[in-house]
């Protein structure tokens, strides 16, 4: 899960450094690993750093990535749950998510009632923004995770 983040941080940051600053894109890979972990602080950094951050283009960036990010928090946590219930979904996952793609929230939730597990409320709630695209409201899932 962790470098699956760290690949979607990897991919915009190498956007920017290519834009703004295009000698810095050979280091990212070594700042990426220094940071790993604070991929969201180390992205807004970087667009502060830019003055992109209180521009449209931080918008443009920021809420596909975020969107893609909780989609892989989604597609993670029910791969957990599939490996702690029934492993013999594992292998229908990508299948499963493209299929419900647009609903991942309609498929967690039932992936959890199914299963009998408690709904992760943060990830409730940021898939609950998706919707609404309320880029305040869409935090960066969990990478602590993993």
């Excluded at 190498?14 to 600053?21: A, L, Q, T």
Aim: aromatic share 8%; charged share 25%; proline share 3%.
């Amino acid at each position: 899960f962790q470098a699956a983040v760290q690949e979607l941080y990897y991919v915009e940051l190498c956007k920017i450094y290519h834009k703004h600053n295009p000698a810095k894109a050979s280091n990212l890979k070594t700042v990426m690993d220094k940071n790993r972990g604070k991929e969201q602080l180390l992205f807004e950094g970087v667009c502060d750093k830019y003055s992109i951050k209180n521009t449209g283009e931080f918008s443009k960036i920021n809420l596909p990535l975020q969107k893609k990010l909780v989609i892989l928090k989604v597609k993670w946590s029910i791969y957990e749950i599939f490996r702690k219930c029934n492993t013999s979904k594992i292998a229908e996952l990508d299948t499963v998510m493209m299929k419900y793609q647009n609903k991942e929230l309609s498929l967690y939730e039932a992936v959890c009632r199914k299963y009998n597990v408690s709904p992760d409320t943060g990830l409730v709630s940021a898939l609950e923004a998706l919707k609404s695209t309320d880029v305040s409201q869409l935090a960066a899932p969990g990478t602590e995770d993993n």
